[in-house]
């Protein structure tokens, strides 16, 4: 082969495995026709799993509600990736999903490796689930000193019982479902939820009732995206939250989400 042509070849070489690289770097981002959110589905009202007609496992929830609009909004396919909660940021981090919907509050902690959307939903305060029969013992956090409290690994839930019930044992477990059995079989005293979560699980359950105990305020959830929004996602994502809130379609999907979720499955 001549030289110059051995050049010109090369340059197309060049050219596509530049090409190539940017599609791979491209991965589930803007540029994709994939929106692909990672969640915990173990959680109702706000992300769950519930069986459709034909047997087959179907996400369903307040914050599936919203990642399907942003999608639509976008004019994207969304791609829903299941996993512990504890393991969300991580995965954002890592690039392998481009947003996190789980009922996330920001924190200090969360701030140093996301960004995040306005507000798509304010919850009640987080609350103490308890047994039944317990619930005159509990109202206080002294209370619970020397009782064991359960909550989601990684969520700020856990940062309550650490920080806050002095002299209480967290029972830090990454599926919720497995915190409320641990409750109704007397392996820990009480959990920590958030407020919607609780008060889902004490409706839906008459050993379970809401410990007379104030955890502080509201909490705003948010969507979170990789630190400094690189796949440029969040003037889309507020444009719909605004839109959604305005419509009343968050309003909507809340109904949906509360009549659904005593049809909660977990996962296979």
Do not use: H
Not at 2 to 11: I, M
Not at 107 to 132: G, N, Q
Request: aromatic share 6%.
């Amino acid at each position: 082969m001549k030289k110059g042509c051995k050049k010109f070849v090369a340059s197309l070489l060049a050219a596509a495995m530049a090409a190539c690289m940017a599609a791979c770097g491209n991965g589930s981002g803007a540029a994709s026709d994939k929106l692909v959110l990672g969640t915990s589905a173990d959680y109702p009202p706000f992300e769950f799993i519930v069986l459709d007609d034909n047997g087959n496992q179907q996400y369903a929830g307040i914050d599936v509600s919203v990642a399907k609009k942003l999608a639509e909004d976008m004019g994207k396919e969304l791609e829903v990736v299941n996993m512990s909660f504890d393991n969300l940021m991580l995965s954002l981090q890592k690039g392998e999903i481009d947003m996190v919907i789980a009922a996330v509050e920001v924190s200090e902690e969360r701030a140093k490796v996301a960004d995040f959307s306005d507000p798509y939903y304010t919850d009640y305060p987080p609350m103490v689930l308890v047994k039944a029969d317990k619930q005159g013992e509990y109202t206080s956090f002294e209370a619970l000193a020397g009782k064991t409290v359960g909550a989601q690994t990684g969520t700020t839930k856990a940062d309550i019982v650490t920080n806050d019930m002095s002299g209480s044992t967290l029972l830090a477990l990454s599926s919720v479902m497995d915190l409320v059995n641990n409750l109704e079989y007397d392996k820990c005293d009480a959990i920590v939820l958030d407020g919607a979560v609780a008060m889902q699980y004490a409706d839906t359950n008459d050993n379970l009732v809401i410990a007379d105990i104030s955890l502080g305020d509201p909490a705003p959830y948010v969507v979170s995206v990789q630190k400094g929004d690189p796949k440029g996602l969040l003037g889309s994502f507020n444009k719909t939250i605004a839109a959604a809130l305005a419509d009343g379609s968050v309003d909507k999907w809340i109904e949906e989400a509360d009549a659904l979720s005593d049809e909660a499955v977990e996962a296979e």
